[in-house]
T-cell receptor
Framework: GAGVSQTPSNKVTEKGKYVELRCDPI?????LYWYRQSLGQGPEFLIY????????DSGLPNDRFFAVRPEGSVSTLKIQRTERGDSAVYLC??????????????FGQGTRLTVV | DAKTTQPPSMDCAEGRAANLPCNHS???????VYWYRQIHSQGPQYIIH???NNETNEMASLIITEDRKSSTLILPHATLRDTAVYYC???????????????FGSGTQLTVLP
C-alpha cells in the first residue's frame, strides 16, 4: 500500500487478556516506530526498530509489552495481561532511514485499544 | 533531544497566513527541527524539516533563526482543513549513539476560523 497500515483500527479487550497489534510499514522503509497516545496528550515513544532488531526499547512501560519485526517489514506489538491503563491509541510509523536524509516518519491511523 | 516550547493554542482567519512559533534554545548542532501536525482522530502527518537553512515545500515554509534557537512554521494560506495540533520536534540527525525517535510535546492547537 501507499501508506502505513495498522490493524485492527479498533480493539476492545477484557482486562487480563492478551492482544496483538499489527503494523505494515511503507515498503522499503528500514526504520519502524511504535508510539502510544492517550487522550489529550502527544504521542509517547515506545520502541524503535532498525531492520529486524529493536534499536531502542526504552519507552516500553514494563515487561508486559513486547514488539517484534522478524523479517524487517511487518511489526507486531504484543501486550500481555492487559490493564485498563493500557487503553490508548497505538500508533506505528516508518521512515526510509533513521538518520541523515529520508528520516521523516510517516504514521498510520493507529489502533484504538480499549481495555474493559 | 532538545526540548521545545510552543504556545498551547492559536487562532488564524481562513485565507490568512498562519505563523506558528517554536523555541528550541538548547538545540545542538546535529539536531534537525521537524514539524508534524495531527488532525483530530488521525495519525500525525509529516510537514517539513530543516537543519540550518529555511525550507519550503508544497505544504509550508520553515524559517529557522540564524542562531537556530527558534523557528516558525508558516502556512501561507490557511484553510479550515489546517485546523490541527502542530508539533515542533528537534531530533538528532547524525549521531550514531543517540536516540532516533521523535519526542512529541504538547504542541499548538491551531484553529482556523471561517
Amino acid at each position: 500500500g501507499a501508506g502505513v497500515s495498522q490493524t485492527p483500527s479498533n480493539k476492545v479487550t477484557e482486562k487480563g487478556k492478551y492482544v496483538e497489534l499489527r503494523c505494515d510499514p511503507i515498503s522499503g522503509h528500514t526504520a519502524l516506530y511504535w508510539y502510544r497516545q492517550s487522550l489529550g496528550q502527544g504521542p509517547e515513544f515506545l520502541i524503535y526498530f532498525q531492520g529486524t532488531g529493536a534499536a531502542d526499547d526504552s519507552g516500553l512501560p514494563n515487561d508486559r509489552f513486547f514488539a517484534v519485526r522478524p523479517e524487517g517489514s511487518v511489526s507486531t506489538l504484543k501486550i500481555q495481561r492487559t490493564e485498563r491503563g493500557d487503553s490508548a491509541v497505538y500508533l506505528c510509523a516508518s521512515s526510509l532511514y533513521a538518520v541523515g536524509g529520508g528520516t521523516e516518519a510517516f504514521f498510520g491511523q493507529g489502533t484504538r485499544l480499549t481495555v474493559v | 533531544d532538545a526540548k521545545t516550547t510552543q504556545p498551547p493554542s492559536m487562532d488564524c482567519a481562513e485565507g490568512r497566513a498562519a505563523n506558528l512559533p517554536c523555541n528550541h534554545s538548547t538545540i545542538s548542532g546535529n539536531e534537525y527541527v521537524y514539524w508534524y501536525r495531527q488532525i483530530h482522530s488521525q495519525g500525525p502527518q509529516y510537514i517539513i524539516h530543516g537543519l540550518k537553512n529555511n525550507e519550503t515545500n508544497e505544504m509550508a515554509s520553515l524559517i529557522i533563526t540564524e542562531d537556530r534557537k527558534s523557528s516558525t512554521l508558516i502556512l501561507p494560506h490557511a484553510t479550515l482543513r489546517d485546523t490541527a495540533v502542530y508539533y515542533c520536534i528537534v531530533r538528532v540527525a547524525i549521531s550514531s549513539g543517540s536516540a532516533r525517535q521523535l519526542t512529541f510535546g504538547s504542541g499548538t492547537q491551531l484553529t482556523v476560523l471561517p
